[in-house]
């Protein structure tokens, strides 16, 4: 059983920057292919980013390109994701999750086996 703890949520202005951090229990963290979801009001939950399990690889949807940042820390059992140039259509409950079957780097919530319990990113406009 793998527990994944996220934080760093808040309220943002537009034009800001956040930083979440999930943190994750378990021996074999460096194992996991690790990703960050994300799901408005009233809307699917959405692939955000994904990174290997020893982050030289990371995926990203179109809409976070060049403004989100996905990293690791394999000694601290932590993923990260640095949100900068915060927009109003980034407000939503952002979800960690981690894919202990593969050592693809997958963008489909299918792909993820173990889900935090989501932190609330609000960026006022």
């Known amino acids: 059983q793998v527990q994944l703890v996220e934080s760093g949520g808040g309220l943002v202005q537009a034009g800001g920057s956040l930083r979440l951090s999930c943190t994750a229990s378990g021996r074999t963290f460096s194992t996991y292919i690790m990703g960050w979801f994300r799901q408005a009001s009233e809307k699917e939950r959405e692939f955000v980013a994904a990174i290997s399990r020893n982050g030289d690889r990371t995926v990203y949807t179109d809409s976070v390109k060049g403004r989100f940042t996905i990293s690791r820390d394999n000694v601290k059992n932590t993923v990260y994701l640095r949100m900068n140039n915060l927009k109003a259509e980034d407000t939503a409950v952002y979800y960690c999750?981690?894919?202990?079957?593969?050592?693809?780097?997958?963008?489909?919530?299918?792909?993820?086996?173990?889900w935090g319990q989501g932190t609330q990113v609000t960026v006022s406009s």
């Open positions: 999750a981690a894919d202990l079957h593969t050592v693809l780097v997958r963008n489909t919530t299918q792909a993820y086996n173990y």
